[in-house]
Nanobody, 124 residues
């Protein structure tokens, strides 16, 4: 089992930045790829970004490419999502999730563990 806890969400103006963190406990964090998803009210959960276990491979949704950066610090059992140039359409609950080590895909069904989410609200 891996327990994931997100933090760092909040209210920010359009064009601003936020850094989300995902703290892992339980099994060794470095055994898993880490992904970020988001879900806006009335919409399905949407893939945002993923990073493999070592941090050498990343993949982003087109909607965030060039604005968001995913990273991880295995020594701290923590993953991050740096979000810059935020837009109102980025408003959602953001979730981190863990998948097998070299997975870099976007399918929610491939992720075995999920956090509870953190709210990000971008005002115009």
């Amino acid at each position: 089992q891996v327990q994931l806890v997100e933090s760092g969400g909040g209210l920010v103006q359009a064009g601003g930045s936020l850094r989300l963190s995902c703290a892992a406990s339980g099994r060794t964090f470095s055994r898993y790829a880490m992904g970020w998803f988001r879900q806006a009210p009335g919409k399905e959960r949407e893939f945002v970004a993923v990073i493999n276990w070592r941090g050498g491979s990343t993949y982003y949704a087109d909607s965030v490419k060039g604005r968001f950066t995913i990273s991880r610090d295995n020594a701290k059992n923590t993953g991050y999502l740096q979000m810059d140039s935020l837009k109102p359409e980025d408003t959602a609950v953001y979730y981190c999730a863990a998948a097998h080590p070299n997975y870099t895909g976007s399918s929610p069904g491939e992720y075995d563990y999920w956090g509870q989410g953190t709210q990000v609200t971008v005002s115009s």
